[in-house]
């Protein structure tokens, strides 16, 4: 019987274990299988009437509402395919009014966010279409307000067809590649201000506003595509590095009716950029101007069909001006709502068109991190911030006045929305490091109306491979400094033994790494390697975002010396805990990480292995915008450029195991930046790993790109932090 019963208590254990076993995460899984990427819900438009919301789903568009389960189809591309459309759809436009369709498809991706396509027209009410351009693919098709045209870019020019009788009007004839760009933004503007429509129409369509590039001064850049032939074919465009010559702008206004443009008077000083523009009114519009240095802002106002631009607000700072999309025009244009940091927080303000002050609007120490919308008809102001904790982003509304706050959104963590058109409701959109997205609508006092995606199944099949927790701690820097981070403990983990340790950075200018919510970068693969025995952990260095001005600000023109102190006094804080091995700590980045983890690893004893995708080795070669807004120009701050050469420090990379990864058609960090630093470790001696993915770019995707390039990353590892 004793026997029976230890038998029995024996079979118990193992179909218990048998029950918990986990399944392990493979790369498979991650990069092949997508197994690891939650449910989301796309294509969502927020419709005129305030009820109902457009979503695209399997070739239709559906018109949904916000409160209960009904949905109509509105659009079945099959419809139009019937008609004549030769691709599927890839995005779409409804018109104010809802009468058309606005159909983008054979889209084909240009730069980050550049990309061109295919547009038709579709009817509701008599069910036809018909091609914009004759099929011809263009440049950011944009129905009119008043919904007779549609504006769109082609071979560099601005051009705009009737819809009536698709009458075409060339608005401009001087496009040319390389040269005049009509529009449509240049390669800088796109990367930096993430700007790439160039055009505004008026409110009432009678107008339209667009920027001119002049690129003849731009030096242009010349990257190999290795093809099937003999030779490789180059690759020309424009891009300024730090210190060269930027496009010329000019600015126009277009009087659709009179076929006129008239050019507007941006001043005396050329060396200027125009981020953003719009229009307060059917008869007003306004620009924003940014000196070349990005540390003196100001809005001009022009009326249609005059030349002369008025200053009616400016603003400047002793580092840099963050351009946001945070401006937002109220009371039919007389007064405006924005965001500045120069209360050494970033906070929303209203101001009148002269430029004075009637409200602070939000106030404190915390970052307001999105401007959400503006409800006229209540006085209300919905923004996101980091008011709880520089970890999380939560939701808010604030009379105009900067009174009566309210907190909308309680739960720890990460919420993000997007307002209806009468601010009744919002799309909802909540995680947290070890939650995926939870997407619903709820209503304007955060109320849940009706669940859209819970990622329940999602979340089943995470938690089937038993994945180690995020656990939120802090770390000193090098001057004392408590900086957030984030670790996932290797599986079963045991303090008794000791680990390997991968840091994870990033740690740019304003960027943030750690925050609590589900969008981790590389989050399965991290999970993957806590799994095989890594003790994995990210820290944001100071310089990084939503802790106000001082510790954003503090690397100004010292890019690569503040942020790689702080994660080398990081690390060997860390090693000091007797479960991870001093002897195997290790960094891992990409981009602005890659330039930190060659940092880190040339300057660092404490790390012996560093792993550097596309990064930027000296800031030289990187383009201006972005560069000089942290460093101003090479002439003003060459001691700044010359110490973030990471070849400078090369010596320190010696009996380290190093290894540089690069994509050669990298249009945004050129491969350049791998090139000189393998020329300087073989002049001295210095051995090293690299991988150059061929044709590759800066995201180094496509086909089976993604698992080769992390079983490179993890074998690397596994023999040098690992294996050791």
């Given at each position: 019987?004793?026997?029976?019963?230890?038998?029995?208590?024996?079979?118990?254990?193992?179909?218990?274990?048998?029950?918990?076993?986990?399944?392990?995460?493979?790369?498979?899984?991650?990069?092949?299988?997508?197994?690891?990427?939650?449910?989301?819900?796309?294509?969502?438009?927020?419709?005129?009437?305030?009820?109902?919301?457009?979503?695209?789903?399997?070739?239709?568009?559906?018109?949904?509402?916000?409160?209960?389960?009904?949905?109509?189809?509105?659009?079945?591309?099959?419809?139009?395919?019937?008609?004549?459309?030769?691709?599927?759809?890839?995005?779409?436009?409804?018109?104010?009014?809802?009468?058309l369709l606005l159909i983008q498809t054979n889209t084909t991706p240009i730069y980050r966010h550049?990309?061109?396509?295919?547009?038709?027209?579709?009817n509701f009410e008599n069910k036809t279409l018909r091609k914009i351009f004759n099929g011809e693919q263009v440049f950011y098709a944009t129905l009119s307000p008043n919904e007779q045209e549609v504006a769109f870019v082609f071979d560099n020019n601005l051009y705009i067809e009737t819809i009536a009788n698709a009458e075409l009007k060339q608005v401009t004839h001087d496009g040319e590649k390389n040269k005049i760009i009509n529009g449509m933004t240049d390669w800088v503007y796109e990367e930096e201000f993430a700007l790439v429509s160039a055009f505004e129409w008026s409110p009432a369509g009678d107008y339209l506003s667009f920027i001119r590039f002049d690129e003849s001064a731009v030096k242009q850049y010349q990257i190999p595509v290795y093809t099937s032939g003999s030779y490789p074919e180059m690759y020309t465009y424009k891009y300024p590095t730090a210190g060269e010559d930027n496009s010329k702008i000019s600015v126009f206004v277009y009087d659709v009716a009179k076929d006129k443009q008239t050019e507007v008077d941006l001043g005396k000083e050329t060396d200027i950029y125009i981020p953003r523009m719009g229009w307060m009114n059917e008869e007003e519009m306004w620009l924003q101007r940014l000196?070349?240095?990005?540390?003196?802002?100001?809005?001009?106002?022009?009326?249609?069909?005059?030349?002369?631009a008025e200053v009616f607000y400016e603003e400047s700072s002793e580092t840099y001006i963050d351009i946001t999309d945070d401006l937002t025009f109220i009371n039919d244009g007389k007064e405006f709502i924005m965001s500045s940091e120069k209360d050494g927080y970033n906070h929303l303000y209203c101001y009148n068109l002269k430029g004075k002050l009637q409200h602070q609007i939000t106030e404190g120490a915390y970052d307001v991190t999105q401007f959400l919308g503006y409800d006229a008809e209540n006085e209300v102001v919905y923004y996101q911030s980091a008011e709880r904790s520089p970890l999380e982003r939560h939701i808010y509304s604030v009379h105009l006045n900067g009174k009566h706050q309210k907190l909308i959104c309680q739960d720890a963590g990460t919420h993000e929305a997007s307002f209806s058109r009468n601010f009744q409701y919002f799309v909802h959109t909540y995680s947290n490091a070890n939650t995926a997205p939870v997407i619903s609508v709820k209503d304007n006092n955060g109320k849940m109306v009706r669940m859209l995606e819970d990622n329940a199944a999602f979340m089943k099949r995470w938690e089937g491979y038993k994945p180690g927790a995020v656990e939120f701690f802090t770390v000193s820097g090098a001057d004392g400094t408590q900086l957030n981070a984030w670790q996932i403990k290797p599986t079963d983990f045991d303090e008794s033994k000791q680990y390997p340790l991968l840091m994870f950075v990033y740690g740019g200018p304003g960027s943030q790494m750690v925050t609590n919510s589900w969008y981790i970068s590389n989050k399965a693969w991290f999970v993957y390697l806590a799994q095989q025995g890594y003790y994995v952990v990210c820290v944001d260095n100071r310089g990084t975002g939503a802790r106000g001005v001082e510790f954003k600000k503090c690397t100004y023109k010292n890019l690569g010396q503040i942020e790689v102190e702080d994660q080398i006094a990081a690390a060997e804080e860390l090693s000091k805990l007797p479960y991870i091995d001093e002897k195997r700590i290790g960094m891992f980045g990409w981009s602005y990480g890659g330039f930190m983890t060659s940092h880190c690893l040339a300057r660092g004893e404490i790390f012996k292995t560093g792993v550097a995708v596309a990064p930027v080795t000296s800031w030289e070669y990187y383009d201006n915008i972005y560069t000089e807004r942290y460093m101003q120009r090479p002439i003003d701050n060459p001691l700044g450029y010359e110490n973030t050469r990471v070849m400078k420090f090369a010596d320190g990379l010696r009996d380290k195991n190093f290894l540089l990864v690069h994509g050669s058609f990298d249009d945004n960090v050129h491969p350049q930046n791998a090139f000189e630093l393998m020329n300087a470790l073989v002049s001295k001696n210095i051995a090293f790993d690299s991988e150059i993915y061929v044709?590759?770019?800066?995201?180094?995707?496509?086909?089976?790109?993604?698992?080769?390039?992390?079983?490179?990353?993890?074998?690397?590892?596994?023999?040098?932090?690992?294996?050791?």
């Amino acid at each position: 019987m004793k026997y029976l019963f230890s038998t029995l208590l024996s079979l118990v254990v193992v179909s218990l274990f048998a029950q918990e076993k986990r399944e392990n995460l493979s790369l498979e899984d991650i990069h092949l299988y997508g197994k690891t990427y939650p449910a989301g819900v796309y294509g969502i438009r927020h419709m005129q009437d305030g009820n109902h919301y457009s979503v695209m789903e399997s070739g239709k568009v559906y018109k949904c509402s916000y409160t209960t389960e009904e949905r109509e189809v509105l659009f079945d591309e099959a419809e139009a395919k019937a008609a004549g459309m030769s691709h599927k759809m890839d995005n779409y436009q409804i018109s104010k009014s809802g009468k058309l369709l606005l159909i983008q498809t054979n889209t084909t991706p240009i730069y980050r966010h550049s990309k061109k396509s295919t547009y038709y027209l579709w009817n509701f009410e008599n069910k036809t279409l018909r091609k914009i351009f004759n099929g011809e693919q263009v440049f950011y098709a944009t129905l009119s307000p008043n919904e007779q045209e549609v504006a769109f870019v082609f071979d560099n020019n601005l051009y705009i067809e009737t819809i009536a009788n698709a009458e075409l009007k060339q608005v401009t004839h001087d496009g040319e590649k390389n040269k005049i760009i009509n529009g449509m933004t240049d390669w800088v503007y796109e990367e930096e201000f993430a700007l790439v429509s160039a055009f505004e129409w008026s409110p009432a369509g009678d107008y339209l506003s667009f920027i001119r590039f002049d690129e003849s001064a731009v030096k242009q850049y010349q990257i190999p595509v290795y093809t099937s032939g003999s030779y490789p074919e180059m690759y020309t465009y424009k891009y300024p590095t730090a210190g060269e010559d930027n496009s010329k702008i000019s600015v126009f206004v277009y009087d659709v009716a009179k076929d006129k443009q008239t050019e507007v008077d941006l001043g005396k000083e050329t060396d200027i950029y125009i981020p953003r523009m719009g229009w307060m009114n059917e008869e007003e519009m306004w620009l924003q101007r940014l000196n070349r240095h990005q540390n003196h802002l100001e809005l001009l106002a022009v009326k249609a069909g005059k030349s002369k631009a008025e200053v009616f607000y400016e603003e400047s700072s002793e580092t840099y001006i963050d351009i946001t999309d945070d401006l937002t025009f109220i009371n039919d244009g007389k007064e405006f709502i924005m965001s500045s940091e120069k209360d050494g927080y970033n906070h929303l303000y209203c101001y009148n068109l002269k430029g004075k002050l009637q409200h602070q609007i939000t106030e404190g120490a915390y970052d307001v991190t999105q401007f959400l919308g503006y409800d006229a008809e209540n006085e209300v102001v919905y923004y996101q911030s980091a008011e709880r904790s520089p970890l999380e982003r939560h939701i808010y509304s604030v009379h105009l006045n900067g009174k009566h706050q309210k907190l909308i959104c309680q739960d720890a963590g990460t919420h993000e929305a997007s307002f209806s058109r009468n601010f009744q409701y919002f799309v909802h959109t909540y995680s947290n490091a070890n939650t995926a997205p939870v997407i619903s609508v709820k209503d304007n006092n955060g109320k849940m109306v009706r669940m859209l995606e819970d990622n329940a199944a999602f979340m089943k099949r995470w938690e089937g491979y038993k994945p180690g927790a995020v656990e939120f701690f802090t770390v000193s820097g090098a001057d004392g400094t408590q900086l957030n981070a984030w670790q996932i403990k290797p599986t079963d983990f045991d303090e008794s033994k000791q680990y390997p340790l991968l840091m994870f950075v990033y740690g740019g200018p304003g960027s943030q790494m750690v925050t609590n919510s589900w969008y981790i970068s590389n989050k399965a693969w991290f999970v993957y390697l806590a799994q095989q025995g890594y003790y994995v952990v990210c820290v944001d260095n100071r310089g990084t975002g939503a802790r106000g001005v001082e510790f954003k600000k503090c690397t100004y023109k010292n890019l690569g010396q503040i942020e790689v102190e702080d994660q080398i006094a990081a690390a060997e804080e860390l090693s000091k805990l007797p479960y991870i091995d001093e002897k195997r700590i290790g960094m891992f980045g990409w981009s602005y990480g890659g330039f930190m983890t060659s940092h880190c690893l040339a300057r660092g004893e404490i790390f012996k292995t560093g792993v550097a995708v596309a990064p930027v080795t000296s800031w030289e070669y990187y383009d201006n915008i972005y560069t000089e807004r942290y460093m101003q120009r090479p002439i003003d701050n060459p001691l700044g450029y010359e110490n973030t050469r990471v070849m400078k420090f090369a010596d320190g990379l010696r009996d380290k195991n190093f290894l540089l990864v690069h994509g050669s058609f990298d249009d945004n960090v050129h491969p350049q930046n791998a090139f000189e630093l393998m020329n300087a470790l073989v002049s001295k001696n210095i051995a090293f790993d690299s991988e150059i993915y061929v044709n590759k770019n800066h995201g180094i995707y496509g086909g089976y790109t993604r698992i080769h390039l992390f079983k490179k990353l993890t074998d690397f590892l596994n023999e040098n932090l690992m294996g050791q």
